[in-house]
């Protein structure tokens, strides 16, 4: 089982990036996906989630309406665009799995399997 995060970089305050998550080794149409992220010095805290499907989702209240998660399921990929990136979203970001057709997981600890991370960086 394998997660494989990418699209990171740096980019300027206002700017946008799109996160992509690659999914290996099981069948990814039954998984629920998560994004976190973790800053230094800071806990991992949620960002968005999808259900298998893509018809449900889940947004942290600090990223409703700048960002967006949907998925490809023939491409075994979750993505997450990000628009009008502030400061405060630099950090590294993280995808998850959770064995699910039903439900959309907010919590960390629901989640089976984690990524390895892709750095945001967002300058002023």
């Known amino acids: 089982v394998q997660l494989v995060e990418s699209g990171g970089g740096s980019v300027q305050a206002g700017g946008s990036l799109r996160l992509s998550c690659v999914a290996s080794?099981?069948?990814?149409?039954?998984?629920?996906i998560g994004w976190y992220r973790q800053a230094p010095g800071k806990e991992r805290e949620f960002v968005a989630a999808i259900s298998w499907s893509g018809g449900k989702f889940a947004y942290a209240d600090s990223v409703k309406g700048r960002f967006t998660i949907s998925r490809d399921n023939a491409k075994n990929t979750v993505y997450l665009q990000m628009n009008s990136l502030e400061v405060g979203a630099a950090a590294v970001y993280y995808c998850?799995?959770?064995?699910?057709?039903?439900?959309?997981?907010?919590?960390?600890?629901?989640?089976?399997?984690w990524g390895q991370g892709t750095q945001v960086t967002v300058s002023s």
């Open positions: 080794g099981f069948c990814f149409d039954d998984y629920a």
């Open positions: 998850a799995g959770r064995l699910s057709v039903r439900y959309v997981y907010t919590s960390s600890g629901q989640y089976d399997y």
